[in-house]
């Protein structure tokens, strides 16, 4: 079935740590996205991608890293630097930066 | 930058009844997105209003664009306790990601 994969659903980390968040996506779509949810504050944009090889930073990217190496792929890495990374985080994805955009089933960090 | 808002953030309606959740945006834009959002659950897309008056409906939901007014609405219906979630509207700027909206949290009670 075509779609969007997140995994793992949920994760625990201990603070200090880096943790690689995994998107991957089989509908041949160019553009990539993560968002962080945080209770009340709606979608907040972290990175996202138009094309393989390319990447630029949303809104909130301090203390997030991300590769776009494969067109299906756009993993997301949570730094050490990153100082409330306790969240729900969304990736994304669309033919294009004009189009519908269409969400995976998320990833549910935690720092413990 | 552009700003996304939604009203209300919490809205509880008695089933049957009607209702209007509004989503204005501070920029220029010709695309809009609503999407709904159950509780611990990933987010499904609505409706894609892409032109300055579309309207679209889908049950007991219509979506409208007026893209002068810089305002969308998402009108419920004769409300079912089904509908209870959380509704988010998407504004795309050119060449930009989509920026969200908070999101209005729906409780229909009987």
């Known amino acids: 079935d075509g779609g969007i994969t997140q995994s793992p659903k949920y994760l625990f980390r201990k603070e200090g740590q880096n943790v690689t968040l995994s998107c991957e996506q089989n509908?041949?779509?160019?553009?990539m996205y993560w968002y962080r949810q945080d209770p009340g504050q709606g979608l907040r944009l972290i990175y996202y991608?138009?094309?393989?090889?390319?990447?630029q930073k949303g809104d909130i990217a301090e203390g997030y890293s991300v590769s776009r190496e494969k067109k299906e792929s756009f993993p997301l890495t949570v730094t050490s630097a990153q100082k409330n990374p306790t969240a729900f985080y969304l990736c994304?994805?669309?033919?294009?930066?004009?189009?519908?955009?269409?969400f995976g089933q998320g990833t549910r960090l935690t720092v413990v | 930058e552009l700003k996304v808002e939604q009203n209300p953030l919490f809205l509880s309606m008695q089933e049957g009844k009607n209702y209007t959740i509004y989503c204005n945006y501070s920029?220029?834009?010709?695309?809009l997105y609503w999407y709904r959002q159950d509780p611990g659950k990933s987010l499904e897309s609505l409706f894609v209003?892409?032109?300055?008056?579309a309207v679209k409906q889908e049950g007991r939901l219509m979506a409208s664009l007026d893209t002068k007014a810089r305002l969308s609405t998402l009108h419920i219906t004769a409300a079912v306790h089904d509908l209870s979630a959380t509704y988010f509207c998407?504004?795309?700027?050119?060449?930009?990601?989509?920026?969200f909206g908070k999101g209005t949290s729906l409780l229909v009670t009987p």
């Open positions: 509908l041949n779509h160019d553009a």
């Open positions: 209003l892409l032109s300055n008056g």
């Open positions: 991608s138009q094309i393989v090889n390319d990447f």
């Open positions: 920029t220029t834009s010709d695309r």
């Open positions: 998407a504004v795309e700027v050119s060449g930009y990601a989509l920026n």
């Open positions: 994304a994805s669309s033919v294009n930066i004009r189009t519908e955009a269409f």
